[in-house]
């Protein structure tokens, strides 16, 4: 039988895998044991990618909701209604009346380009995507420090000290490869040290030589710590530090507040503890400091991200080998070749965003829900997502819902007819990456390999890509002629500035590797910043608008800034922590996954429990002044006792098309969140710091 190589796009990961096909059917996946980015493994989710190729309840036709009924229409007929409604909504509210939003598709560069090409010719500037509930803070901090253009990751193997924050690659793979843990087991048998920050002992916190919890939001304060015990006791390098950084002395002045009793007595992590942390990073050279969602998801992660990479800085551990590496972006959306290719310039539109033209936050979800449900600053009237299930995924659930009950168009493209495609007037059935061709050219993962996505069959049914889709509405709204490229021939575009051709990658179809720059690099070039060197300080940041020095700020709903919130919601809530089994709301519907977690739960320390009367087990209401939802308790050790924890992407409880999904539904801890807590640099929701109780529910029902 045909073996055909591709990659796996369940998360951002991609995974090589081999798809054994037998007459046009996939009877099998196994791992590429020749693609750098995981060696032939694949975890839980990738073993099962094909009960999500052949789910009997997957979007195979497009489908218009009249009433609560939903039926089957021709492509023809769907995109021409469409399209109609488009143009009504552009003739009566302006172009600007229409939002895109992008979710999974955000780590493809051929949807972005011709989803951003679309909507510049449609003539609307309201773009957003999940990139603002994943990566923006970093994003934004990477630049200021580092330059644009650029992105950074810790050498873990060759490290002699790794400070993980908020992040537990044991499941996750950082986002970036499955090669990361082991990386991290390797350096540690090497004699590595590892320091794990995080208020739950997650499955990497256990293999730590330190472990501490924090308090959620206050990470700023502890890395201020670090930096300023390491600077007060001379452990910085400071030749490192007059050669290559920029504002070193405002730094040191800003830092000094940051004593180790302050930081005690703000962040949860005791004097003893933060010194021994310090010493431990600061003379085991070379060292990195790295960090997800964890620290990211906070009114303020932007300021620990600037933070975080100070850190690296002064300690001397940035672009060297085992530190944290700066590397050029294959390709971004700041590149002068992605504004080429998506119009930027031929169509810019007349209109502001609906968060204006602030120089950080273009792609904030959470604006959009003002627009819809006040008029603020102006109307959205329209919406196209793809490949998303904002019901589910934003912040303050119920206000989602009111805003998408009020949209006169919300087109959706997807795999499923999802919980958002409840309030969906059009549902357009999407291909599976083992259906469609595509490109994958990650940044950040350590090695990058750029790889071809091929299909391995034809599309199921009548579901297509989502270039295909975005071509035909393009077209049948007289917008054909700028899209005349094939998706090969935008590719071999993006592919060029890698010295690379899709015929290069068809020739290789286990990735191939891109050189890095070679380390050191930037010890005899300058930095791409106004200084040329790494911005400790960041005088061109403040001049617009932000701070040229991270500085800790109270999270505005916490036991500090809101006692009297606290007196009756007095736990911390941290959502979104991840499992070796889910990772979207889209798997809860695949049988092997859903058997091993039907519904999701809410994780409390023992003490919590038994002060609450709680049983292991037992069904509890979790409140916030926002909402509560019920969900079965877990009561374990492995999290700080002032908090709780509420893995995310469950609360089918919508009439959607998920058999097993919407039969076993769980709960959205989003219900509980406030949409206009959000960091204002990068438009990122908090998701991790928010004050809650948990009760028995009254009855025991």
Same mark, same amino acid.
């Given at each position: 039988?045909?073996?055909?190589?591709?990659?796996?796009?369940?998360?951002?990961?991609?995974?090589?895998?081999?798809?054994?096909?037998?007459?046009?059917?996939?009877?099998?996946?196994?791992?590429?044991?020749?693609?750098?980015?995981?060696?032939?493994?694949?975890?839980?989710?990738?073993?099962?990618?094909?009960?999500?190729?052949?789910?009997?309840?997957?979007?195979?036709?497009?489908?218009?909701?009249?009433? %609560?009924?939903?039926?089957?229409?021709?492509?023809?007929?769907?995109?021409?209604?469409?399209?109609?409604?488009?143009?009504?909504?552009?003739?009566?509210?302006?172009?600007?009346?229409?939002?895109?939003?992008?979710?999974?598709?955000?780590?493809?560069?051929?949807?972005?380009?011709?989803?951003?090409?679309?909507?510049?010719?449609?003539?609307?500037?309201?773009?957003?995507?999940?990139?603002?509930?994943?990566?923006?803070?970093?994003?934004?901090?990477?630049?200021?420090?580092?330059?644009?253009?650029?992105?950074?990751?810790?050498?873990?193997?060759?490290?002699?000290?790794?400070?993980?924050?908020?992040?537990?690659?044991?499941?996750?793979?950082?986002?970036?490869?499955?090669?990361?843990?082991?990386?991290?087991?390797?350096?540690?048998?090497?004699?590595?040290?590892?320091?794990?920050?995080?208020?739950?002992?997650?499955?990497?916190?256990?293999?730590?030589?330190?472990?501490?919890?924090?308090?959620?939001?206050?990470?700023?304060?502890?890395?201020?710590?670090?930096?300023?015990?390491?600077?007060?006791?001379?452990?910085?390098?400071?030749?490192?530090?007059?050669?290559?950084?920029?504002?070193?002395?405002?730094?040191?002045?800003?830092?000094?507040?940051?004593?180790?009793?302050?930081?005690?007595?703000?962040?949860?992590?005791?004097?003893?503890?933060?010194?021994?942390?310090?010493?431990?990073?600061?003379?085991?050279?070379?060292?990195?400091?790295?960090?997800? %969602?964890?620290?990211?998801?906070?009114?303020?992660?932007?300021?620990?991200?600037?933070?975080?990479?100070?850190?690296?800085?002064?300690?001397?551990?940035?672009?060297?080998?085992?530190?944290?590496?700066?590397?050029?972006?294959?390709?971004?959306?700041?590149?002068?070749?992605?504004?080429?290719?998506?119009?930027?310039?031929?169509?810019?539109?007349?209109?502001?965003?609906?968060?204006?033209?602030?120089?950080?936050?273009?792609?904030?979800?959470?604006?959009?829900?003002?627009?819809?449900?006040?008029?603020?600053?102006?109307?959205?009237?329209?919406?196209?997502?793809?490949?998303?299930?904002?019901?589910?995924?934003?912040?303050?659930?119920?206000?989602?819902?009111?805003?998408?009950?009020?949209?006169?168009?919300?087109?959706?493209?997807?795999?499923?007819?999802?919980?958002?495609?409840?309030?969906?007037?059009?549902?357009?059935?999407?291909?599976?990456?083992? %259906?469609?061709?595509?490109?994958?050219?990650?940044?950040?993962?350590?090695?990058?390999?750029?790889?071809?996505?091929?299909?391995?069959?034809?599309?199921?049914?009548?579901?297509?890509?989502?270039?295909?889709?975005?071509?035909?509405?393009?077209?049948?709204?007289?917008?054909?002629?700028?899209?005349?490229?094939?998706?090969?021939?935008?590719?071999?575009?993006?592919?060029?500035?890698?010295?690379?051709?899709?015929?290069?990658?068809?020739?290789?179809?286990?990735?191939?590797?891109?050189?890095?720059?070679?380390?050191?690099?930037?010890? =005899?070039?300058?930095?791409?910043?106004?200084?040329?060197?790494?911005?400790?300080?960041?005088?061109?940041?403040?001049?617009?608008?932000?701070?040229?020095?991270?500085?800790?700020?109270?999270?505005?709903?916490?036991?500090? =800034? =809101?006692?009297?919130?606290?007196?009756?919601?007095?736990?911390?809530?941290?959502?979104?922590?991840?499992?070796?089994?889910?990772?979207?709301?889209?798997?809860?519907?695949?049988?092997?996954?859903?058997?091993?977690?039907?519904?999701?739960?809410?994780?409390?320390?023992?003490?919590?429990?038994?002060?609450?009367?709680?049983?292991?087990?037992?069904?509890?209401?979790?409140?916030?002044?926002?909402?509560?939802?019920?969900?079965?308790?877990?009561?374990?050790?492995?999290?700080?006792?002032?908090?709780?924890?509420?893995?995310?992407?469950?609360?089918?409880?919508?009439?959607?098309?998920?058999?097993?999904?919407?039969?076993?539904?769980?709960?959205?801890?989003?219900?509980?969140?406030?949409?206009?807590?959000?960091?204002?640099?990068?438009?990122?929701?908090?998701?991790?710091?928010?004050?809650?109780?948990?009760?028995?529910?009254?009855?025991?029902?």
């Amino acid at each position: 039988m045909p073996q055909i190589k591709t990659h796996c796009k369940i998360c951002n990961c991609r995974c090589g895998i081999v798809a054994t096909v037998n007459d046009g059917r996939v009877e099998k996946i196994s791992g590429d044991p020749e693609c750098k980015k995981n060696d032939g493994a694949l975890c839980i989710k990738g073993k099962v990618m094909l009960e999500l190729l052949y789910d009997p309840d997957r979007l195979l036709y497009p489908m218009v909701r009249q009433g %609560e009924n939903w039926n089957r229409l021709s492509w023809d007929s769907a995109l021409t209604q469409i399209a109609r409604k488009l143009l009504q909504l552009k003739a009566t509210h302006g172009p600007q009346s229409v939002a895109i939003y992008r979710g999974m598709s955000v780590y493809s560069w051929l949807v972005a380009v011709f989803l951003n090409r679309f909507g510049m010719a449609f003539g609307t500037p309201n773009f957003a995507s999940n990139a603002a509930l994943c990566v923006s803070s970093k994003v934004i901090a990477t630049h200021t420090s580092f330059g644009r253009g650029v992105s950074v990751g810790g050498d873990f193997r060759n490290s002699r000290c790794i400070l993980l924050l908020g992040t537990n690659p044991a499941v996750t793979g950082m986002h970036r490869s499955l090669r990361i843990m082991k990386d991290i087991l390797a350096a540690k048998k090497a004699g590595a040290k590892l320091i794990v920050v995080d208020p739950r002992k997650t499955e990497t916190a256990v293999k730590a030589d330190i472990y501490t919890t924090i308090r959620p939001g206050t990470d700023t304060a502890f890395i201020m710590g670090l930096v300023n015990y390491i600077i007060e006791n001379e452990l910085f390098d400071s030749d490192f530090v007059s050669r290559y950084t920029h504002g070193f002395e405002q730094l040191k002045a800003a830092a000094r507040k940051y004593t180790p009793k302050m930081v005690e007595q703000t962040t949860w992590v005791h004097e003893e503890t933060l010194q021994k942390i310090a010493r431990m990073f600061a003379t085991n050279r070379p060292a990195c400091a790295d960090r997800r %969602e964890g620290v990211i998801h906070h009114e303020h992660g932007t300021e620990t991200c600037l933070a975080i990479n100070i850190l690296n800085a002064i300690t001397g551990n940035v672009d060297v080998d085992g530190g944290v590496q700066v590397q050029t972006n294959l390709f971004d959306k700041s590149s002068d070749l992605f504004r080429e290719l998506t119009g930027a310039e031929q169509f810019m539109p007349a209109a502001a965003p609906v968060t204006g033209r602030n120089p950080f936050t273009g792609d904030v979800p959470t604006a959009l829900l003002e627009a819809i449900l006040k008029d603020k600053p102006y109307p959205i009237r329209g919406m196209i997502v793809v490949g998303s299930n904002p019901l589910i995924s934003w912040p303050q659930t119920d206000m989602v819902r009111r805003a998408l009950q009020k949209l006169e168009l919300l087109v959706i493209v997807d795999l499923y007819r999802n919980d958002t495609a409840v309030f969906a007037h059009y549902a357009l059935p999407a291909a599976t990456f083992l %259906e469609k061709l595509d490109l994958q050219a990650p940044n950040v993962a350590i090695p990058r390999v750029v790889q071809l996505q091929k299909p391995v069959i034809p599309p199921l049914g009548e579901s297509r890509s989502e270039s295909w889709i975005i071509k035909a509405l393009a077209d049948k709204l007289g917008y054909g002629s700028l899209f005349c490229e094939t998706d090969e021939q935008v590719m071999d575009r993006i592919l060029s500035q890698m010295g690379l051709r899709t015929e290069e990658l068809k020739n290789h179809p286990s990735g191939m590797v891109i050189e890095p720059r070679p380390v050191g690099y930037y010890h =005899s070039h300058p930095y791409p910043t106004p200084s040329g060197m790494i911005e400790l300080y960041s005088d061109s940041f403040e001049k617009k608008g932000g701070p040229g020095l991270p500085s800790f700020r109270e999270p505005s709903e916490s036991p500090i =800034s =809101s006692p009297q919130i606290a007196e009756r919601f007095p736990l911390v809530l941290v959502t979104g922590n991840r499992l070796r089994s889910s990772y979207l709301s889209f798997l809860h519907n695949l049988p092997t996954l859903h058997a091993k977690n039907p519904e999701n739960w809410v994780e409390l320390h023992p003490e919590a429990a038994a002060a609450r009367g709680i049983e292991n087990g037992e069904r509890v209401v979790v409140e916030s002044p926002r909402g509560s939802i019920k969900l079965p308790a877990k009561v374990s050790p492995d999290i700080d006792p002032r908090v709780v924890a509420i893995p995310y992407g469950w609360g089918h409880h919508f009439n959607g098309s998920w058999q097993l999904a919407n039969r076993d539904p769980g709960a959205n801890p989003n219900v509980l969140l406030d949409y206009r807590k959000i960091d204002k640099l990068s438009g990122m929701p908090n998701f991790k710091s928010t004050l809650c109780e948990v009760r028995k529910v009254e009855g025991g029902g």
